[in-house]
């Protein structure tokens, strides 16, 4: 029975760090997701999310995503780049506060951190609540993880808030069928691409018809 219970799913989740996501996310959301991470770090559920997202971004394997906002910023505001700049000095975000927090062997956890930003440029959720909970139906679609499945389980609640209702409803069915038609987002090389208009990387991704030509962000 033990060994069977060793092979869940939810074997290995500290579920006081759980209890303490739980209790801090609605007020303090960073440190709510920083308690989840904690919580799912030695499960057998971050271990199987961790392999599949490897082995979709095998040849970037030990590549770190460096960003230079300044240079993006010159680029179109069509652009992936130019769209992406400016989104994050729209918002006063700096991508490389996470230069010094991975080692080189955390390179997809890095890679996944830093384009979080991004996946909001690409998918055209803004950074409002109603916003990340659409891009967490998208993130849990491709990645199929932990912290998105805690993001998205406050929905119920936010649904009491009637003007969110609706709103939400529509976020989430987006998220959900950009998340279906998109390529595994974590392999495509970002940096490559800064200069590639926003319609081609969607394009590229699969999921270029979602979206009318003249919208970039």
Same mark, same amino acid.
């Given at each position: 029975?033990?060994?069977?219970?060793?092979?869940?799913?939810?074997? $290995?989740?500290?579920?006081? =760090?759980?209890?303490?996501? /739980?209790?801090?996310?609605?007020?303090? +959301?960073?440190?709510?997701?920083?308690?989840?991470? %904690?919580?799912?770090? /030695?499960?057998?559920?971050?271990?199987?999310?961790?392999?599949?997202?490897?082995?979709?971004?095998?040849?970037?394997? $030990?590549?770190?995503?460096?960003? @230079? &906002?300044?240079?993006?910023?010159?680029? +179109? %505001? !069509?652009?992936? $780049?130019?769209?992406y700049a400016r989104h994050m000095?729209?918002?006063?975000?700096?991508?490389?506060?996470?230069?010094?927090?991975?080692?080189?062997?955390?390179?997809? !956890?890095?890679?996944?951190?830093?384009?979080? !930003?991004? /996946?909001?440029?690409?998918?055209?959720? @803004? %950074?409002?609540?109603?916003?990340?909970?659409?891009?967490? %139906?998208?993130?849990?679609?491709?990645? *199929? !993880?932990? &912290?998105?499945?805690?993001? &998205?389980?406050?929905? +119920?609640?936010?649904?009491?808030?009637?003007? #969110?209702?609706? +709103?939400?409803? *529509?976020?989430?069915?987006?998220?959900?069928?950009?998340? *279906?038609?998109?390529?595994?987002?974590? $392999?495509?090389?970002?940096?490559?691409? #800064?200069?590639?208009?926003?319609?081609?990387?969607?394009? =590229?991704?699969?999921i270029g018809a979602l979206y009318?030509?003249?919208? /970039?962000?």
């Open positions: 029975m033990s060994t069977f219970i060793s092979k869940l799913p939810f074997a $290995g989740i500290n579920w006081g =760090e759980c209890l303490c996501a /739980y209790r801090t996310f609605l007020a303090q +959301p960073a440190k709510g997701i920083n308690h989840i991470n %904690a919580a799912q770090r /030695y499960s057998n559920w971050d271990a199987w999310v961790r392999q599949r997202l490897e082995k979709q971004a095998e040849h970037l394997r $030990g590549k770190m995503l460096r960003i @230079d &906002l300044a240079e993006l910023a010159k680029l +179109p %505001a !069509d652009t992936l $780049g130019g769209s000095l729209a918002l006063g975000f700096d991508p490389n506060v996470f230069s010094n927090v991975f080692e080189d062997e955390d390179w997809l !956890d890095q890679r996944a951190t830093v384009s979080h !930003d991004i /996946y909001h440029v690409v998918t055209g959720f @803004d %950074a409002s609540p109603l916003g990340e909970y659409g891009l967490a %139906a998208f993130a849990i679609v491709q990645y *199929r !993880d932990m &912290l998105n499945t805690f993001i &998205l389980s406050f929905v +119920p609640l936010s649904l009491f808030r009637l003007n #969110w209702t609706f +709103p939400l409803l *529509r976020n989430l069915w987006r998220g959900f069928k950009i998340g *279906r038609q998109c390529q595994p987002i974590i $392999g495509y090389a970002f940096e490559k691409n #800064w200069e590639k208009p926003l319609s081609q990387v969607r394009q =590229e991704l699969g009318p030509q003249a919208q /970039y962000a």
